[in-house]
């Protein structure tokens, strides 16, 4: 899988530039979890993360390393 992800959750890749780009779609209502097995940028927050992520209900995560 791209990301591990729980249930409800629309996971796809794209490229650009050399770039993996990995996204994170929660399709349901309530917050989900996302667990990353290494530090990535959230590209929509100008962040690093790592570890497990809450997305909140209806919420995207974009990431990139």
Known sequence: PLLD???G???S????????YKIAVNMKERPVKVRLD???YDV???RRISGEIEL??????FVCD
Not at 13 to 20: A, I, T
Not at 56 to 61: E, F, K, M, S
């Open 5 to 7: 992800v729980d249930d």
């Open 13 to 20: 890749s794209r490229v650009k530039d050399g770039v993996e």
């Open 44 to 46: 929509l927050n100008d």
């Open 38 to 40: 290494h530090e990535m």
């Open 9 to 11: 959750v629309i996971t």
């Open 56 to 61: 909140a209900g209806y919420d995207t995560l």
